[in-house]
T-cell receptor, first 113, second 110 residues
Framework: DTAVSQTPKYLVTQMGNDKSIKCEQNLGHDTMYWYKQDSKKFLKIMFSYNNKELIINETVPNRFSPKSPDKAHLNLHINSLELGDSAVYFC????????????FGEGSRLTVL | AQSVAQPEDQVNVAEGNPLTVKCTYSVSGNPYLFWYVQYPNRGLQFLLKYITGDNLVKGSYGFEAEFNKSQTSFHLKKPSALVSDSALYFCASGYSTLTFGKGTMLLVSP
């Protein structure tokens, strides 16, 4: 009954590879997000989708491409992985844009070797 | 633009004592302010928010926060700390998207 679920939880890969992280929410929320948390625990918004439409795209390399097949899913695909991409990636959802009360997934720890 | 600052990397408090985790904000217009908690290897959990209204906001797990406009602060408080409150606490601000502070580690000793 997990509200926001992400897979995989851990991902170890080599530089240059392409990988995806999937996110699903069963809360019926309209808005979903991807956040990146670095090794110093600093959190930064990457993308925000409202009802499958991209509404926020922060300064993120275009190697990162989000995809929302429906409003319950927001996946993150990363091409040509670099060492600096190592981080914990959090998916979150909220009832509507501007609500501020986000529901976070457990995170996906990406390690690039 | 909205931003928050958490001046303390770590706060140490003994169990049973009151705790305060500090947050100051810098916003243009009305601030939307939030507190989140992150336990080890977990996602963030929402604690409370201030949008408008009463300056004292009550949230989950016995936490509260006081919005102080003159001091541009939104400190998180709890009257009596528990060891299980030990976690990383984030202050955040924003409307369409949240900007988080750097986090403050709270350590409650038995």
């Amino acid at each position: 009954d997990t509200a926001v679920s992400q897979t995989p939880k851990y991902l170890v890969t080599q530089m240059g590879n392409d990988k995806s992280i999937k996110c699903e929410q069963n809360l019926g929320h309209d808005t979903m997000y991807w956040y990146k948390q670095d090794s110093k625990k600093f959190l930064k918004i990457m993308f925000s989708y409202n009802n499958k439409e991209l509404i926020i795209n922060e300064t993120v390399p275009n190697r990162f491409s989000p995809k929302s097949p429906d409003k319950a899913h927001l996946n993150l695909h990363i091409n040509s992985l670099e060492l600096g991409d190592s981080a914990v990636y959090f998916c979150a959802s909220s009832p509507m844009t501007g609500d501020g009360e986000l529901f976070f997934g457990e995170g996906s720890r990406l390690t690039v070797l | 633009a909205q931003s928050v600052a958490q001046p303390e990397d770590q706060v140490n408090v003994a169990e049973g004592n009151p705790l305060t985790v500090k947050c100051t904000y810098s916003v243009s217009g009305n601030p939307y302010l939030f507190w989140y908690v992150q336990y080890p290897n977990r996602g963030l959990q929402f604690l409370l928010k201030y949008i408008t209204g009463d300056n004292l906001v009550k949230g989950s797990y016995g936490f509260e926060a006081e919005f102080n406009k003159s001091q541009t602060s939104f400190h998180l408080k709890k009257p009596s700390a528990l060891v299980s409150d030990s976690a990383l606490y984030f202050c955040a601000s924003g409307y369409s998207t949240l900007t988080f502070g750097k986090g403050t580690m709270l350590l409650v000793s038995p």
